[in-house]
């Protein structure tokens, strides 16, 4: 499974739902992942609310409050 694939199931959990309620739609977070070998990350996702709703998409966030870059260890 991809940390995509991953983290979209970890955000719908009613926990995560919770806690991102405050969020506005359309914020960006977005997920590098990035072994310490690699020159460029092996997976780029975003969290985002949408109708007040959580959301992951792949790629980069068009426009992201934050970027978190990850090595798979604490991705995991």
Known sequence: MTYFERFTVYFQRDVA????R???NGIGIE???MPADASEPTETFFFTRE???NAVRSGASPDP???????PLAAD
């Open 65 to 71: 409050e934050v970027i978190f870059t990850l090595p």
């Open 31 to 33: 997920f590098r992942i």
């Open 22 to 24: 405050s969020l506005s």
């Open 17 to 20: 739902k919770k806690a991102a």
């Open 51 to 53: 109708a007040g709703q």
